[in-house]
């Protein structure tokens, strides 16, 4: 996420721009075009340095000298290998008044799930969960619909066409037969991905019957017990464990994920330390009895090691509440 301002000469605000989507022009490309002959003489703040290199774009380096911009301030440099301060150098090397780390903690925040992608080959994980007033999923029976409201679900939607890939267990599959798609269309497509590590899946589901439509791919341990998801379009990978999993998304170069439980997955990934970003719906009900709370696994055993949140907000949501934050890493 990028973005970018041009001020003319008098300081005056010349130009904005934002990186759009992936491939599209960056975000100092849009803004020198909204401010034209103004930049010449001008300053550019850019939130990530301008790359240098042809990638599916030309280079920003360029487009910044072409323009006369006399200053560049950026809020951090960028680690992707191809550029790694080399834009800065091409633009100090040309005369070029260069700034680095205004505003740069805020940037490092807000490109997260880039970096992390960069530097673990990992995607950023969002685990999402709808619970009642007493901790459950699920009432005993196992049936989940529905716990929170239309405004939480929509939000939900929102969040989902956000980001790259949508991730859920096989027993949500056979529970709840979820068709993961996001309604109304956001600005992603995310795959919808299950994990399987039987190959227990259902011949008739949802997930299996768009498959063509929008893309599913199964993670599993058996791979022959899912032929016919393949044969509907499904592509099945052989893999074991949620880390193999998360790193094959990752070359996939998907930088976000949702994890939209159950119980079982989220406590895969909560003992992984796996989880970076929470949202939670909280319904005003209760439905009492054995039902599954959201995170399983093996669990921690002393209260004095739980995961705090950072940066949590809470806010209402209808008549849910929404809580969000961070894993405190
Ligand atoms: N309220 C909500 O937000 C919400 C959201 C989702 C689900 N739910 C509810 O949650 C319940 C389902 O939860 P669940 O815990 O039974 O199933 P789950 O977490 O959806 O799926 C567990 C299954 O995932 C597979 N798996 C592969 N690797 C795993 C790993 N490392 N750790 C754990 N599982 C792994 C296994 O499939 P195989 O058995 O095929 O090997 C395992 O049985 C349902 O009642 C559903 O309605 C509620």
Not at 42 to 58: A, D, Y
Not at 66 to 82: H, L, S, T
Request: hydrophobic share 45%; charged share 20%.
């Amino acid at each position: 996420m990028v973005g970018a301002v041009v001020l003319d000469s008098a300081g005056e605000l010349a130009g904005e721009g934002w990186h759009q989507q992936f491939g599209g022009p960056h975000a100092e490309v849009f803004a020198l075009a909204a401010a034209g002959d103004r930049a010449r003489g001008g300053t550019l703040i850019v939130t990530l340095e301008p790359c240098c290199h042809h990638g599916k774009t030309p280079p920003c380096t360029e487009a910044v000298l072409r323009a006369g911009i006399a200053r560049v301030v950026v809020a951090m440099a960028d680690p992707f290998p191809k550029v790694a301060g080399g834009g800065l150098a091409v633009l100090r090397a040309a005369g070029v008044e260069v700034h680095v780390g205004l505003c740069e903690a805020e940037a490092i925040a807000l490109n997260a799930p880039y970096l992390k992608l960069l530097r673990t080959g990992r995607p950023w994980v969002h685990a999402k969960w709808a619970m009642t007033l007493d901790g459950k999923i699920a009432t005993h029976t196992g049936e989940s619909k529905w716990i929170s409201g239309e405004e939480s679900r929509r939000r939900v939607h929102e969040l989902r066409g956000r980001v790259d890939a949508i991730l859920v267990g096989a027993g949500t599959v056979r529970a709840d037969d979820p068709l993961l798609t996001v309604r109304p269309p956001g600005a992603r497509v995310p795959a919808r991905v299950v994990v399987s590590t039987s190959g227990n899946l259902p011949e008739a589901c949802q997930l299996r019957a768009t498959a063509r439509d929008v893309p599913v791919i199964v993670y599993t341990a058996n791979p022959a017990a899912l032929m016919g998801w393949a044969a509907d379009g499904a592509e099945v990978v052989r893999a074991e464990g949620l880390d193999a999993i998360l790193a094959d998304l990752g070359a996939r170069r998907f930088t976000n994920l949702l994890i939209e439980g159950g119980a079982g997955l989220l406590g895969a990934a909560f003992d992984a330390s796996a989880i970076d970003e929470f949202h939670v719906f909280i319904a005003p009900k209760l439905v009492g009895g054995s039902g599954p709370s959201p995170v399983g696994g093996a669990g921690l055993s002393r209260m004095a090691d739980s995961l705090a949140l950072s940066r949590a907000s809470f806010e209402p949501s209808g008549d849910d509440v929404y809580l969000h934050g961070f894993a405190r890493k």
